[in-house]
């Protein structure tokens, strides 16, 4: 099997058990049911759960062992997505091609809804009931739930959001520029590669160690390609509005290095998160198809 296909079948892998994880849940207040399903499921790359299952599976372990762990950081991604959109924060009116939550409900149900994401986030992973063929042993959970929790908490991507927002009109250095990204899209990157190997049972003390270099450089990679976009796709392409970085003054890696050195960087990180991977083989050929992805990609 190619790698692109078998990246295209893990995506379905997850579209699917997205669309169970909602519509399996009482309907205790329909109208945020439906606010959830329409934010979770309505499209998206998948990328961070892609990046589960592909160190998952490169390490030996089972894709069923990875499922809670899959669902789990799309889950915290997607409330991240929502709560970043409000008029309190990016104020963005579109998202993966389709009116906001905010826009498509109003403003306190998508709250609700990215809290209710959050909540749902940790019980995937702590519970036994959704997934029976996931054998991981509490302990393994227990690591799992501590290194999300961290990742999205007030030193991880809720950090990121604040610098972010602090930042807007003001002269980053590049090494301010890299702390804030590092938190706001790494930390959640690099705890779906975390949380994947955690999820075969069986990583070496030697590959955590890379696979954490890898996810350390392929988020920076994620962000400056993010950064670029902004200028150089479209509203169409992109799902969400072209230039808004720009309009709203926020520090990027194009207006401090300008477009031709982050560019330069970007393909930089890339090469070297290539290299990092490279002692491990073809176990992490899927990774490697990842990291390749999200810098050629357009939106």
Do not use: F, M, S
């Given at each position: 099997m190619s790698q692109q296909k078998q990246l295209v079948?893990?995506?379905?892998r997850a579209n699917?058990?997205?669309d169970n994880l909602v519509s399996s849940r009482p309907n205790t207040a329909p109208?945020?049911?439906?606010?959830?399903?329409y934010s979770l499921t309505q499209g998206g790359k998948r990328l961070r759960p892609l990046l589960t299952y592909a160190t998952c599976a490169g390490l030996n372990g089972s894709l069923e062992n990875a499922d809670p762990a899959a669902m789990a950081i799309e889950c915290i991604h997607t409330y991240s997505l929502i709560h970043d959109d409000l008029p309190a924060m990016d104020d963005d009116a579109l998202r993966r091609g389709q009116p906001t939550c905010h826009i498509a409900f109003d403003e306190a149900t998508a709250i609700l809804a990215g809290d209710a994401l959050q909540a749902l986030a940790f019980e995937a992973l702590s519970t036994n009931d959704w997934y029976p063929d996931c054998v991981l042993p509490p302990s393994t959970k227990l690591k799992q739930i501590q290194i999300l929790a961290q990742a999205s908490g007030m030193n991880g991507m809720v950090a990121g959001q604040s610098i972010d927002l602090s930042s807007v009109g003001k002269q980053l250095s590049l090494e301010q520029l890299e702390n804030m990204h590092h938190c706001k899209t790494g930390a959640l990157i690099k705890a779906s590669i975390q949380?994947?190997?955690?999820a075969s049972n069986q990583v070496e003390e030697s590959a955590w160690q890379q696979l954490g270099r890898f996810a350390d450089a392929v988020g920076l990679a994620f962000q400056i390609q993010d950064d670029i976009l902004d200028i150089e796709s479209d509203?169409?392409?992109?799902g969400k509005t072209q230039g808004a970085d720009i309009a709203n003054d926020k520090p990027t890696y194009p207006a401090i290095m300008g477009l031709s050195q982050?560019?330069?960087?970007?393909?930089?990180?890339?090469?070297?998160?290539?290299?990092?991977?490279?002692?491990?083989g073809q176990a992490a050929a899927p990774l490697k198809q990842l990291a390749l992805l999200i810098i050629q990609r357009n939106h």
């Open positions: 079948e893990l995506q379905q699917h058990l997205l109208y945020l049911k439906k606010a959830i399903n949380l994947g190997a955690l509203t169409e392409t992109l982050a560019k330069q960087k970007a393909q930089q990180l890339t090469d070297e998160a290539l290299a990092i991977l490279a002692p491990l």
